[in-house]
C-alpha cells in the first residue's frame, strides 16, 4: 500500500513567521502535486513538480521534489492568515492514481 | 458547467438507508475519481473511471459501495445499508487526461448517518 505521511500534522503560527511542511513516502512517484483545501470546499491545486529535485516558487511558497522522487517539502515564508487551510500532498502513481498525504492543518494568527 | 458539480452538498441519514450521492464533472473530462474524507483528514481513494469504465475499483470500502458512470459524463456513487462509519465528506474529481493534469474537485457531500 502506497502512503504519504505528512507532517507536522497541525502547525499554528504567528503571521510573518516562516514554516516547513513534508511529504514523506517509501515510493516513488512520477510526479507530486501540492493542495490547499479550505472548509467546505474541495482541494485547489498549487503546484505540480515533475523532477527529482526539481524546486519551484510560487509567490510566497517554495516548493521541492526529492532527488528520489519519494518526498517533497512546502515551505512558507512570512505566513499570512490568508495562508491558514488544510495543504495535502498527491503523489503521481502510474497512469492515472493520486495518492494523497495524510494533510496538514495550517492556521497563521494575525 | 464550470466546474465539478456535487449533490447533495449535505445529507443526513438513517444507519441501514441506502444514499445515492451523483457528481457531475466538467465536461469533456474522461477521467474522474471519488475519494473520501474523514474530518480534516487526508483524501482516501475510493474509485477511478476512465469514461465509463472504472479499471480501479481497488478503493471501495465493502460490497455496500458501488458506483457508475453513464454516458462519460455523470457519476453516481451508491451506498447501501449505510453505517456510521460512512460518515464523511465524499468529493468528487474530473480531469482532462493523463495523471500529472490538473484534477479539479467539486465541494464534496457531506454524509452524516444517524
Known amino acids: 500500500t502506497q502512503l504519504l505521511e505528512q507532517s507536522p500534522q497541525f502547525l499554528s503560527i504567528q503571521e510573518g513567521e516562516n514554516l516547513t511542511v513534508y511529504c514523506n513516502s517509501s515510493?516513488?512517484?512520477?510526479?507530486l502535486q501540492w493542495y490547499r483545501q479550505e472548509p467546505g470546499e474541495g482541494p485547489v491545486l498549487l503546484v505540480t513538480v515533475v523532477t527529482g529535485g526539481e524546486v519551484k516558487k510560487l509567490k510566497r511558497l517554495t516548493f521541492q521534489f526529492g532527488d528520489a522522487r519519494k518526498d517533497s517539502s512546502l515551505h512558507i515564508t512570512a505566513a499570512q492568515p490568508g495562508d491558514t487551510g488544510l495543504y495535502l500532498c498527491a503523489g503521481v502513481s502510474g497512469t492515472y492514481k493520486y495518492i494523497f498525504g495524510t494533510g496538514t492543518r495550517l492556521k497563521v494568527l494575525a | 458547467g464550470a466546474g465539478v458539480s456535487q449533490s447533495p452538498s449535505n445529507k443526513v441519514t438513517e444507519k441501514g438507508k441506502d444514499v445515492e450521492l451523483r457528481c457531475d464533472p466538467i465536461s469533456g473530462h474522461t477521467a474522474l475519481y471519488w475519494y473520501r474524507q474523514s474530518l480534516g483528514q487526508g483524501l482516501e481513494f475510493l474509485i477511478y473511471f476512465q469514461g465509463n469504465s472504472a479499471p480501479d475499483k481497488s478503493g471501495l470500502p465493502s460490497d455496500r459501495f458501488s458506483a457508475e458512470r453513464t454516458g462519460g459524463s455523470v457519476s453516481t456513487l451508491t451506498i447501501q445499508r449505510t453505517q456510521q462509519e460512512d460518515s464523511a465528506v465524499y468529493l468528487c474529481?474530473?480531469?482532462?487526461?493523463?495523471?500529472?493534469?490538473?484534477?479539479?474537485f467539486g465541494e464534496g457531500s457531506w454524509l452524516t448517518v444517524v
Open positions: 515510493s516513488v512517484f512520477s510526479s
Open positions: 474529481a474530473s480531469s482532462p487526461g493523463p495523471p500529472g493534469n490538473t484534477i479539479y
